[in-house]
């Protein structure tokens, strides 16, 4: 009896790892560069959204290239760097654009991330697409 109890908490707590790994990035997180500095925000449905000079671009929908998109994003935690993907999607016709991003924690709330703008993923935290983005509180 002992076991099957131990069996029936054991199994519920392992299938919710991903998740909780997933959810280190929900918030939002602020980073600062030379240009100035901008904000991004993952959203625990799967959302997210870039903040620049108060434009926001990403989310639920938005105004994309003159039509309506949305943003989502699917992070692979079993990379080393993690792995994060955006997802443009515009809403009328459904074409899409990925954004491959990588991502390392420093701590609890701060990452390493680098963005890969020319469709490929990067492969290290250098140059002008890396900055290190920390937890708004």
Same mark, same amino acid.
């Given at each position: 009896? /002992?076991?099957?109890?131990?069996?029936?908490?054991?199994? #519920?707590?392992?299938?919710?790892? #991903?998740?909780?790994?997933?959810?280190?990035?929900?918030?939002?997180?602020?980073?600062?560069? &030379?240009? !100035?500095? !901008? *904000?991004?925000?993952?959203?625990?449905? !799967?959302?997210? =959204?870039?903040?620049?000079?108060?434009?926001?671009?990403?989310?639920?929908?938005?105004?994309?290239?003159?039509?309506?998109?949305?943003?989502? =994003?699917?992070?692979?935690?079993?990379?080393?760097?993690?792995?994060?993907?955006?997802?443009?999607?515009?809403?009328? &016709?459904?074409?899409?654009?990925?954004? #491959?991003?990588?991502?390392? *924690?420093?701590?609890?709330? &701060?990452?390493? *991330?680098?963005?890969?703008?020319?469709?490929? /993923? #990067?492969?290290?935290?250098? !140059?002008?697409?890396?900055?290190?983005? /920390? /937890?708004?509180?």
């Amino acid at each position: 009896m /002992r076991k099957i109890l131990l069996l029936l908490l054991a199994v #519920p707590l392992l299938s919710l790892t #991903p998740e909780k790994d997933n959810a280190k990035f929900i918030g939002k997180w602020i980073g600062i560069d &030379s240009k !100035g500095f !901008g *904000f991004i925000t993952f959203e625990p449905d !799967g959302y997210a =959204y870039f903040e620049i000079e108060g434009a926001i671009v990403g989310g639920k929908e938005f105004t994309y290239e003159g039509q309506k998109g949305k943003m989502t =994003y699917q992070i692979n935690n079993k990379t080393n760097p993690i792995q994060v993907d955006f997802t443009i999607t515009k809403l009328e &016709s459904g074409e899409q654009k990925n954004l #491959p991003c990588i991502a390392k *924690f420093i701590d609890d709330n &701060s990452m390493h *991330f680098a963005m890969g703008f020319d469709q490929k /993923r #990067p492969t290290n935290f250098k !140059g002008n697409n890396a900055i290190v983005f /920390r /937890r708004e509180k």
